[in-house]
């Protein structure tokens, strides 16, 4: 009896690891090499990046994820022979690039040195950047929708911002108008996921906008359901857990103007389509509208930045669909009370953050992050943005992204809020 209990325990086990070693297999000759960065593998050791403590390991994971973890080390050992090309380059950069995108056109590309700006305490600045919003998160007095639920709970489509790097142990969660063009480009450049005629691209202006954007350059969360199943979120944890994880953010207000100028004052057929025609029509009573965006700019029919306002506060907004990523709060894009994030940038300090980031994650060495733009909106511009906004919509708006202003220590911009 004893035997036959054994027997069968012995079938099921073999058979969990098969198919293990399977989906391990498919993930290896898939898209991209899968390196999982146990702590003996990461590109960096513990306590390199504030926020994450010396000494970690398995001890804390669930039994499943745990045998999970063990058996994709061990198929670490047999990729580790394969050799990586990208870590025997030193990327230079190329000339300054042909830009063929109407926006990258517009504002153009700032090539000045910003060494005489460096003097930032980064580490310290880390620190109190993630004090912050692990001090609000963990406030039960400041509430916003979806701060209480758990990783678990979290659907798996609000998961798609999440970009994983399995080569170099990288998670980065991108939001739209803070430098997530060329963020992405970099990390189609650390991934190896984009190949030009059969080579990975190299210098990340190199690779065309149109690519970079695609949803199939990148694996993120949400994708991993369609390739581990049931044990999809059982990786994920192990990956939050061992990963490097970070999210680039910006002043809410000024994402906001930056959405508009890119989306609604810049010929864009698709977001005319979809949001320009609506926004007129409700907000600005026009009819018998254009099909085209340049008829309509053609014929001076613009969305306003007042229409534009009038969208994002009217409750009808939601209900019909969630918002757009180019507005969508930074909360909800990036889950920062379920995710431990171990480095938070920002916009206002892009140059500083990215060189000290690169270097931490020990890839400065391959790639540089490429230049900003000239034309930046800037924090400055808020006020003649918001002039001619009813002082109501102001504090209706502000109340929509206060924890993104709360979260990441951006200051109550007292002076739109008030007479």
Request: charged share 25%; with cysteine; net charge positive.
């Amino acid at each position: 009896m004893t035997k036959a209990r054994l027997l069968r325990l012995s079938v099921v086990l073999v058979s969990i690891f098969m198919i293990l070693l399977i989906i391990v297999y498919w993930d290896n000759v898939g898209t991209a090499h899968f390196y999982l960065h146990t702590s003996f593998s990461r590109p960096h050791s513990p306590g390199a990046i504030p926020g994450i403590t010396a000494g970690e390991d398995w001890e804390a994971l669930p039994d499943v994820d745990e045998f999970l973890a063990k058996l994709l080390s061990s198929n670490l050992k047999q990729n580790s022979s394969i050799p990586r090309k990208t870590e025997q380059l030193l990327v230079q950069g190329s000339s300054k690039p042909v830009v063929s995108n109407l926006e990258e056109n517009v504002r153009g590309y700032d090539w000045s040195t910003h060494n005489a700006r460096n003097s930032l305490d980064q580490e310290k600045l880390q620190i109190e950047r993630q004090r912050t919003l692990r001090e609000f998160c963990a406030n039960s007095s400041f509430a916003f929708p979806t701060k209480e639920r758990s990783f678990d709970d979290i659907p798996n489509y609000e998961l798609n911002h999440l970009i994983v790097d399995d080569r170099h142990g990288i998670i980065y969660c991108y939001v739209p108008k803070v430098a997530c063009t060329n963020w992405k480009r970099v990390m189609i450049v650390l991934s190896e996921s984009l190949l030009d005629q059969g080579v990975p691209y190299r210098n990340p202006l190199d690779i065309p906008r149109e690519h970079v954007h695609n949803t199939s350059t990148h694996l993120t969360f949400n994708k991993f359901w369609r390739r581990y199943g049931k044990f999809s979120r059982h990786l994920m944890k192990i990956k939050l857990k061992k990963y490097t994880k970070f999210l680039f953010v910006r002043d809410p207000f000024v994402r906001l103007i930056s959405a508009f100028r890119s989306k609604f004052e810049l010929e864009n057929e698709e977001f005319y389509r979809r949001f320009a025609i609506p926004m007129l029509k409700l907000y600005s009573n026009h009819t018998n509208l254009p099909t085209s965006v340049s008829e309509a700019f053609g014929a001076g029919l613009k969305v306003s930045f007042s229409d534009f306002i009038q969208y994002l506060l009217d409750p009808r907004t939601e209900k019909m669909a969630p918002f757009n990523e180019h507005w969508r709060q930074v909360y909800r894009l990036c889950h920062p009370c379920q995710i431990d994030y171990d480095f938070i940038g920002k916009l206002e300090t892009l140059d500083e953050d990215a060189a000290y980031l690169l270097q931490l994650l020990k890839v400065d060495r391959l790639l540089r992050f490429p230049p900003s733009y000239r034309n930046r909106t800037a924090s400055s511009w808020e006020d003649d943005w918001f002039a001619k906004i009813p002082l109501a919509w102001r504090q209706q708006l502000y109340k929509l992204y206060e924890a993104d202003f709360v979260l990441f220590g951006y200051p109550k911009p007292e002076n739109l809020l008030k007479d």
